[in-house]
């Protein structure tokens, strides 16, 4: 696929730019390089390759560098709520903002 000047008019048109000619032939070569990525990508054979959740787990195995989630600090709500106005039940009381 590749675009046209008129194209990246258009396209700056529904994007409400306004694009000077030089801005506008360097956009459309930007946009043409990504277009012809996005076609290299399409030609890779992926048939019978499995979707990766994470792309390092090709590399390592993702399981292992993850943390068990465990509670590593003490509870300190308490000496948090020290210095609040107002507390109740362990909760801070704000003033209301909406009637």
Partial sequence: ???????????ANLARLELQ?????KI???MNDFFDIVEKMRAVDTQGIEPL?????????I???L????????NQREA????????ERGLF???KVIE
């Fill in 28 to 30: 459309l070569g930007q």
């Fill in 1 to 11: 696929m590749s675009l046209t000047s008129t194209d990246i008019a258009r396209i």
């Fill in 67 to 74: 943390r068990d989630d465990v509670v590593s600090e003490t």
């Fill in 21 to 25: 000619p030089d801005e506008s032939q």
């Fill in 53 to 61: 959740a994470h792309p390092v787990a090709v590399i390592n195995d």
């Fill in 63 to 65: 399981q292992l560098r």
């Fill in 93 to 95: 009381l704000v003033p």
């Fill in 80 to 87: 948090n709520q020290r210095s609040a106005p107002a507390v």
